[in-house]
């Protein structure tokens, strides 16, 4: 049985790499950001996303993708596209790694959070009443999907890389 004072370290691990992990992100984002037409993809927040929803969880991970969608947005790297095109393929991720211990499946959730479900809720709910834009559904596909496949390639690799190196969190069991 955990005690108060564990718990309460893991807190703070937990919380640390989050704030690595959106740093990374909200660093690498003026340098790997860019427009396709109506959106600023950055493969990059797919790769954070692939790290945060294996070593954090899901709701860390979407907690990480939400923050720097707000920091890109103040910085002016990124548009309101970032939050459901971060968050949901994150929280995905999270979820399909947690139930099943596996990075395939925590690729998986990403591309499809990202790639599939994102750009339907990025056109049906934040283009217009955010953004005060049509979007067709199937327009942002092509720039969704290219961004988070590449981010989730990249993350698949350093998270091998991390594995290989023994550098993974302890309580990080890839399969």
Known sequence: METKSQNSQAAIVKTSYAVVLTAMGVALAPYTSFPVAIAKINPTQHFINILAAVILGPGWATLVAAVIGVIRNVMGVGTLLAFPGGMIGAFMAGIL?????????????????????????????????????????????????????????????????????????GHVRLR
């Open 97 to 169: 790694f947690a139930r099943t211990g596996k990075v395939g499946w925590a690729a998986c959730g990403e591309v499809a959070g990202t790639g599939l479900v994102a750009p339907v809720v990025s056109a049906l709910l934040v283009a217009p009443f955010l953004m005060g834009k049509a979007i067709p559904a199937l327009a942002l596909l092509p720039s969704f999907l290219g961004s988070t496949i590449a981010g989730t390639i990249l993350g698949i690799m350093v998270l091998k890389l991390l594995r290989t190196a023994e550098m993974l969190p």
